[in-house]
């Protein structure tokens, strides 16, 4: 397995200094920010793509298809998602079914899409957030059931963001290891991990790892190492980045503390 963080000047730094050690840095789909990451070392792209939705971040199959080959890139990563807009009419957390089958066929018919595009073996799924009735998603885009369905009948991966499946499991009232264990694991692809907590009223990722969150990923590694999921290419750490979202999330020192523990981990998992 290899190991990344989030693009981040702090990182850079850090790494400029010998301070941590990464496997390759995760970038955005902008060319300036991959190219001023390959002067560090290796990277990898996540791509902003979804499926499932009409109205949501389109791809560009040439495009990626292009920065893959630059940055050896092995996949390419949709989010499966219903926006708000998609149905308006609908409150965000029904369960109409209507509205949930018109969300399947569009995620299988997008997914199988990009499959037939980039090949089975280079597409995985992600799971989003969802944050209840007065979020910016449907209910149905974190239904476990769908995602597994979707994600066996094509044969494309699993990226599993396990802060995103628990802050889904927390506004669905569930527990988020038995929510977890709902997902097609046995499709793991690569597997995300921050810390979670309460920012302005609800729960926000992106964020450094407290007692709980290390306790979440300590479980999610030993899952791997017993094979009861599969082995994932790439662990990303999704802290830290640029601009105004990640301005009050970048902590240097948080970078220079976890980065080393979580390397450290992943390169010693016993699979």
């Known amino acids: 397995m290899e190991f990344a963080v989030n693009y981040s000047i702090e990182a850079m730094e850090l790494l400029a200094r010998g301070e941590i050690c990464v496997d390759r840095l995760k970038c955005a789909d902008w060319p300036e920010m991959i190219a001023e990451a390959k002067k560090a070392g290796k990277v990898y792209v996540h791509f902003p793509f979804d499926v499932g939705t009409a109205k949501g971040r389109a791809a560009d199959f040439e495009r990626a298809g292009l920065m893959m080959r630059e940055t050896d890139t092995p996949g390419v990563n949709f989010h499966v998602v219903s926006y708000a807009r998609d149905f308006p009419e609908l409150a965000r957390d029904s369960v109409d079914e209507e509205a949930a089958g018109s969300f399947m066929d569009r995620l299988l018919t997008d997914g199988q899409r990009a499959a037939d595009h980039f090949g089975k073996s280079h597409v995985i799924l992600e799971n989003i957030p969802w944050f209840g009735a007065t979020g910016e998603f449907h209910r149905f885009s974190v239904d476990p059931k769908m995602i597994c369905r979707a994600v066996r009948e094509m044969g494309v991966g699993l990226l599993l963001d396990i802060s995103h499946a628990r802050i889904a499991a927390h506004y669905l009232g569930i527990d988020a290891r038995e929510y977890i264990a709902m997902m097609p694991m046995e499709q ?72 080393p523990r979580l390397y450290e981990r992943v390169k010693n998992c016993s699979t």
Do not use: C
């Open 188 to 259: 793991l692809r690569e597997l995300h991990v921050t810390g979670i907590r309460m920012h302005n009223g609800r729960l926000a990722d992106h964020l450094e790892l407290g007692d709980e969150d290390w306790a979440f990923f300590e479980w999610a590694m030993e899952r791997i190492e017993k094979r009861d999921w599969g082995k994932p290419w790439m662990v990303a750490f999704e802290y830290g980045g640029i601009g105004e979202p990640f301005r009050w999330r970048s902590s240097i020192d948080v970078v220079r503390k976890q980065v």
